[in-house]
């Protein structure tokens, strides 16, 4: 039996399925009875069309896995963005697994259908139920974990609601941007066959989109941040004045003018403890700490920035003090007052510490956006100060330390490039927080010791001690290190890695760190996820925990570099005068 082709109506939104063999008669039988409907595929609802079957049973999985426990506690609000987040991306998932099954194998029944959205029904909403209980208690175990108070009872209702509109915002706009493949496909298909159509429409809205993100989201946020972060770099922290001492950079006859400081600058040779705050806590007679900094726009260059900083020193006899301490900030330029501070009252002042100013982005922007600023202004002060400190003869040193943290142990690392350079480089350094980018952190760490946690590593041979709780480092026995890391053992600024995604951390399998959960399970792309949001909320939570080392300085340089006669008491004393 011959067939005639008639071909398929297109429309808008209509799928393009070619064209719709017809039976023919035979000779002398009547034409069958054919109706529009059967000859024209119906239109397809796309934005308002229902849920696939399967995207939703990964999105209420996702969902639900989105309330386990973390290395950090979570705002409901935050919370909230997450979970919905992450049904987004299950939702997403199941979606296109579902449309292959489809496409491989037989269509399931209506009643199959039926049955597996009657289960749904049933098992999703006692599911999520349960997890949002668990969640809650998990949620309560990590802030008594960590030393903070317990959520109120009826944030769970309000992460329910800010979860559900965002994951109805990510479906909606996903919709949309199936509706735009649609209507390319249509316009393509007037030229060429359905195939390539689909293929071309699909590349121009993947590619629009790609543009749009790019240059709406991603550039624009880099601008406003940039924008802001200068905004904010011009200005000056409440309580900061210029200093009357010439012993800071800004001050009386300083090569480095006060507005060309920048906001953090200001408020790092600001911060000084005062004459009678020193004397009073090691009971004799103190000096005037010397605190030098030059901003972006002290000079053009990274190289002439450091030339002025050791041209302050010169000028400020830094090189006569006991203690000379290099210190590359954050990307702002941000020093943590307690660093400084806790070197100041150890020497009694008989200090002089630099440091210079790569950027006015925030670190996450700066670590994203280019990593050569903090290395180039690493290289360039720590070379520039070493280069004169070497010059001095030996008896005559001041001892030399480095300090880093964050964005600024990475510059650090890469300005030595190896464990045995660091070690060799000073008189000490000390690293908080460290990238996992950081050259020596992740050979110190693959090269540990056997049997010694990742968290905690241990490396014979090497002068260089680890530790994720400050207290540890009281208690060291033998020679004393030269380098030391501090590393929360819930820092997500240290444990967050590209492949999270697809392999289980080794902090997470066998031995854990005390602060971390034994409720905290690791699941492919999810984990990556928690500790991703979990940098959103690293500097809010007590010293000790995520991202937030402030007073530890004290045990750190203690153990690198203490003064004569220094003690565990003084440590001790020094840390609940800096906590106050």
Same mark, same amino acid.
């Given at each position: ?250 001050? &009386? $006859?300083? +090569?480095?003018?006060?507005? %060309? @400081? *920048?906001?953090? =600058?200001?408020?790092?040779?600001? !911060?000084? #403890? ?123 040193? &001041? $001892?030399? +330390?480095?300090?880093?943290? %964050? @964005? *600024?142990?990475? =510059?650090?690392?890469?300005?030595? !490039?190896? #464990? ?161």
């Amino acid at each position: 039996m011959r067939r005639q082709v008639v071909a398929s109506p297109t429309g808008w939104l209509a799928p393009f399925r070619g064209r719709i063999p017809v039976p023919r008669p035979s000779p002398g039988q009547a034409p069958p009875h054919t109706t529009e409907p059967s000859l024209t595929p119906a239109r397809r609802r796309i934005v308002r069309s229902g849920l696939s079957l399967t995207g939703a049973a990964f999105a209420a999985v996702f969902y639900c896995l989105s309330f386990t426990p973390s290395l950090l506690p979570r705002a409901w609000s935050l919370q909230g963005v997450v979970a919905g987040i992450t049904a987004a991306m299950g939702y997403a998932l199941g979606a296109a697994l579902g449309a292959l099954c489809r496409r491989g194998w037989r269509q399931p029944t209506a009643r199959t259908v039926r049955i597996a959205w009657s289960i749904l029904f049933a098992v999703v909403p006692l599911l999520v139920v349960i997890f949002l209980w668990l969640g809650t208690r998990w949620q309560r175990d990590l802030r008594i974990r960590l030393g903070m108070p317990p959520a109120e009872e009826h944030d769970v209702v309000r992460t329910v609601g800010v979860s559900l509109l965002t994951f109805g915002l990510l479906l909606l706009i996903a919709r949309l941007l199936r509706l735009s493949t649609h209507g390319c496909a249509w316009l393509f298909r007037q030229f060429v066959p359905a195939p390539a159509a689909w293929c071309a429409g699909s590349v121009v809205v993947a590619l629009l989109a790609y543009g749009a993100v790019d240059s709406l989201l991603i550039t624009q946020m880099f601008s406003m941040a940039d924008r802001s972060a200068a905004v904010v770099n011009s200005g000056t922290g409440d309580g900061v004045r210029v200093p009357q001492s010439p012993l800071r950079s800004g001050g &009386p $006859r300083s +090569l480095v003018s006060w507005d %060309s @400081l *920048g906001r953090q =600058g200001r408020a790092f040779v600001a !911060g000084v #403890p005062t004459g009678e705050q020193l004397t009073a806590f090691a009971g004799r007679p103190a000096l005037e700490p010397i605190r030098l900094y030059a901003g972006l726009s002290s000079a053009y260059t990274v190289e002439e920035r450091a030339d002025l900083v050791v041209r302050e020193m010169d000028r400020t006899g830094a090189f006569d003090r006991a203690v000379v301490a290099i210190i590359t900030p954050t990307g702002t330029g941000w020093v943590d007052s307690k660093v400084p501070r806790s070197l100041e009252y150890m020497y009694s002042g008989d200090t002089a510490l630099v440091s210079m100013q790569y950027s006015y982005l925030p670190s996450f922007f700066a670590f994203l956006g280019d990593r050569s600023e903090v290395v180039d202004a690493a290289d360039a002060l720590i070379g520039a100060v070493r280069e004169r400190w070497a010059a001095m003869p030996v008896g005559e040193r &001041p $001892r030399l +330390l480095l300090f880093g943290e %964050s @964005l *600024g142990t990475y =510059g650090m690392e890469k300005t030595f !490039g190896t #464990p045995q350079s660091l070690v060799d480089g000073a008189d000490g350094a000390l690293l908080l927080g460290p990238t996992f980018a950081n050259p020596a952190h992740r050979a110190l760490t693959e090269g540990r010791a056997e049997g010694s946690p990742v968290w905690d590593p241990d490396y014979p041979g090497l002068a260089v001690e680890f530790a994720d709780d400050a207290a540890e480092l009281r208690t060291l026995t033998g020679t004393r290190p030269k380098v030391v890391y501090l590393q929360n053992a819930t820092d997500p600024v240290v444990w967050w890695s590209w492949d999270l995604l697809w392999k289980q951390p080794e902090w997470l399998n066998g031995r854990r760190a005390p602060d971390v959960t034994p409720d905290m399970h690791w699941y492919p792309g999810i984990t990556f996820w928690q500790i991703s949001c979990d940098l959103v909320f690293s500097n809010k939570v007590p010293t000790g925990h995520g991202h937030v080392y402030k007073s530890e300085t004290v045990d750190g340089w203690a153990t690198i570099a203490p003064p004569p006669g220094w003690t565990t008491a003084d440590s001790l004393r020094l840390r609940a005068l800096l906590d106050d």
